[in-house]
Structure formats: C-alpha cells, structure tokens
C-alpha cells in the first residue's frame, strides 16, 4: 500500500475536492484521480460519493479516512524521529466556539505555544456543531465545544469533559410573565414573548427551539445579540427573554435586573468538552496539555467560566 494514496484520499475529503487536494499536494487532479483510484481499486470499495459537493466519503471511507490519518500521523511521527517524547512540530489546528474564545483561551494557548514552540497554532472560531463536522471531516485536529446535555456527539468521535453548568432563563419583571399556582412558568406563556439568543447555530438556541417545537408553540426572536453580556442588557430592558449560565448572570452588571424563571419543561444543563478523532498520532501530548489547561481555566467541573 503506498501512503502517497492514503495522503490523496485524505487530502480530498478534507478539501472537498480533488481540486482542493491537487493545490494541496501540489499534484495535477488527474494525478489526485489516479491515486485515489490506486487506493479503491486495493481495498476493493468506493471511498468517495463523486456525486456530492463538496465530495464527502462514502460509508466505508469515513471509517478508511480516520484509519488514513492514523497512518499518516504514525508516518509523520517516524519522520520527526521516531522516539515517543519527540517534540511535536507541524500545526494544531483547534476550534472553539465564541464564548471559550473570549472567556478561557488566552492561557491556554499561551502555554501550549511556551511548552510546543515548534507547534503552529491555527484556531478556528465557530458555533460548536460546526466545530463537531470540521473534526469529523479532518478540517480541524480538536475542538472546545460547549453542547447541551441531551445533544449527543458522533459515536466515532473521542469527547474529553472540561466543564458543565446549568441553564438559567431569565426576565425583566416588566414582562409580567404568567405563572402557575407553585410559581413555575409553563412553555406556553414564554411562548407569548420574543428572546434574545445567539444567532442561529448556537446549541442553546436549537435546545430551547426543539423544547417549543415539540409543545407546537411558537417560537419568536427579538433580537439576534452575540455575547452573553448584550444580551443580558438587552433583556434587562424587557426586550425578551435570555438565557445563560449562572456564572455568566452573577458576572454581569445587569443581575438584579433580572429574574430568573422556573421553567420545569426545560432543564437542559450545558457541557463542555474537548473532541477528537480516535488517532491523533504527535499531536496526542499537545492535545492532552489544551485540555488540562482549558479545565483549569473554566473551573473545573464545578462549572464553566
């Protein structure tokens, strides 16, 4: 088996094209073709649905791709030495999504490029189901992701826990929303006001959305505001409805403007996790560093930042 056709076969699903891969690989694409056609013909299956675009990998080449990068790590690792302690060198392509970006990486990675200097950096920001399709498509070596608790990951993946939190939604009083005789709020009467939530893709924002959904309520957004804080402020002035950590909601300047409401129909705590492909090969120590660091900095498992 030559590695040279593992190298195009993943080259093309992680660019999406042979195109992609022929500038990646500096090759021609009939070149690409070939070898991905080499690899086929040895492992007797179709690796590539040619009839998507971008090109994705078949069933069996999902699983060939994953084994795929494992080869080329274990090859990469034979060329930086060999030796199990040699230093990483090469690049760690990381994810986060907004709110790890601005709360909890700065130290981390200051630490990781203090312990790796021959590492590059490329850290990608984006609402963590993305993040999850660009680790399982090879787009990125790990990501920070923050997902709510009945979300499930792929199977395939690896998900090391950093943190959790609950899930507070809150009020101005000015909205006067109905409760019930025990001071509980059904979903009916959030249902006749608008929230304020992070642009669509946000996992929180989908949660609350599929709760409405399954009631046949509807589901109506006043303000789309990026940041926890704004959109505190924003419901603090009766805007519409938020929803957010309770150490974001201690944290913010706005707290006693607000009240936090009993929904029993939502109770969906929040997450966070750092995931992976199976094989990591080199990059399994620097990984593992990120990780620890991003506990410390988000406190632990007692909560999120």
Same mark, same amino acid.
């Given at each position: 088996m030559?590695?040279r056709d593992i190298?195009?076969f993943?080259?093309?699903?992680e660019?999406?094209s042979?195109?992609?891969a022929?500038g990646?690989?500096h ?11 080499n690899?086929?013909d ?5 690796l ?7 090109l994705k990998p078949?069933?069996a ?9 494992g080869v080329?790590a ?5 060329r930086?030495?060999a030796?199990?302690d040699a230093?990483?060198?090469g690049?760690?392509?990381?994810g986060v =999504?907004?709110f $790890? %970006?601005?709360?909890a990486l700065?130290?981390p !990675?200051? *630490? #990781?490029r ?5 590492l590059?950096l490329n850290?990608t920001?984006a609402?963590s189901p ?6 399982e498509?090879?787009?990125?070596d ?11 990951l792929?199977?395939?993946l690896?998900?090391l826990?950093l943190?959790?939190s ?10 006067a929303?109905a409760?019930?005789?025990n001071g509980?709020v059904?979903l009916?009467?959030?249902?006749a006001h608008?929230?304020?939530?992070n642009q669509?893709?946000c996992?929180?924002r989908t949660?609350i ?6 009631a046949?309520?509807?589901f109506?957004?006043?303000v789309?505001?990026y940041?926890a804080?704004l959109q505190?402020?924003?419901a603090a002035?009766?805007v519409g409805?938020g929803?957010?950590? =309770?150490?974001? $909601? %201690?944290?913010?300047r706005?707290r006693?403007? !607000?009240? *936090? #409401?009993n929904?029993p129909?939502f109770t969906?705590g929040?997450?966070?996790?750092l ?9 399994a120590?620097p990984?593992?560093?990120l990780r620890?660091?991003l ?7 007692s909560g999120?930042?």
């Amino acid at each position: 088996m030559n590695t040279r056709d593992i190298e195009a076969f993943v080259a093309v699903v992680e660019t999406g094209s042979l195109g992609g891969a022929s500038g990646r690989l500096h090759l021609t694409q009939p070149g690409v073709s070939r070898r991905l056609r080499n690899l086929e013909d040895l492992l007797g299956v179709e690796l590539v649905d040619r009839q998507s675009k971008p090109l994705k990998p078949s069933a069996a080449g999902l699983r060939i791709y994953e084994l795929g990068r494992g080869v080329l790590a274990a090859v990469e690792t034979l060329r930086q030495g060999a030796a199990p302690d040699a230093e990483p060198r090469g690049e760690l392509r990381v994810g986060v =999504p907004p709110f $790890l %970006a601005e709360q909890a990486l700065a130290d981390p !990675l200051d *630490i #990781l490029r203090g312990r790796y200097p021959g590492l590059r950096l490329n850290v990608t920001a984006a609402w963590s189901p993305s993040l999850v399709a660009m680790v399982e498509n090879g787009a990125l070596d790990a990501a920070a992701i923050m997902m709510p608790d009945d979300q499930a990951l792929p199977a395939h993946l690896c998900a090391l826990p950093l943190a959790r939190s609950a899930v507070v939604i809150v009020a101005s009083p000015a909205l006067a929303i109905a409760r019930d005789s025990n001071g509980a709020v059904p979903l009916d009467a959030l249902a006749a006001h608008p929230w304020v939530l992070n642009q669509d893709g946000c996992g929180l924002r989908t949660a609350i959305r599929t709760a409405f959904d399954a009631a046949r309520l509807p589901f109506r957004i006043a303000v789309e505001a990026y940041g926890a804080e704004l959109q505190l402020s924003l419901a603090a002035r009766g805007v519409g409805i938020g929803l957010v950590t =309770p150490g974001a $909601l %201690a944290r913010s300047r706005h707290r006693e403007a !607000l009240a *936090i #409401l009993n929904v029993p129909a939502f109770t969906t705590g929040l997450r966070a996790e750092l995931v992976h492909l199976p094989t990591l090969g080199p990059l399994a120590a620097p990984v593992t560093l990120l990780r620890d660091e991003l506990i410390r900095a988000l406190g632990g498992a007692s909560g999120l930042v």
